[in-house]
């Protein structure tokens, strides 16, 4: 059983930055597959970040601006996000999965607004 919790978020202004923190405990995320997802008010939740098996991988929406992260000293798992934009306004939220294992994060809320 992995619980995992993120922090980091809040409310920033358009072209500021935020860096999200995905803590985990219960095990290793070393050997999970990670992502980040968000979700907006109204829409579906969507993936933001993840590692594959030799990479990363971005949305085209946060590529150059975001960047994804392990600390596997720390067991966590990083999201520096810049150049914030108001549509980058949601919940964010961690996800760690390996075959049948699947968990998530209850969020942390980013808003980006003036």
């Known amino acids: 059983q992995v619980q995992l919790v993120e922090s980091g978020g809040g409310l920033v202004q358009p072209g500021g930055s935020l860096r999200l923190s995905c803590a985990a405990s219960?095990?290793?995320?070393?050997?999970?597959?990670i992502d980040w997802y968000r979700q907006a008010p109204g829409k579906q939740r969507e993936l933001v970040a993840g590692?594959?098996?030799?990479?990363?991988i971005y949305a085209n929406s946060v590529k150059g601006r975001f960047t994804i992260s392990r600390d596997n000293a720390k067991n966590t798992v990083n999201l520096q996000m810049n150049s914030l934009k108001p549509e980058d306004t949601a919940v964010y939220y961690c996800?760690?999965?390996?075959?049948?294992?699947?968990?998530w994060g209850k969020g942390t809320l980013v808003t980006v607004s003036s």
């Open positions: 219960g095990s290793m995320l070393s050997s999970y597959a």
């Open positions: 996800h760690a999965f390996r075959v049948p294992e699947n968990y």
């Open positions: 590692f594959t098996h030799d990479s990363t």
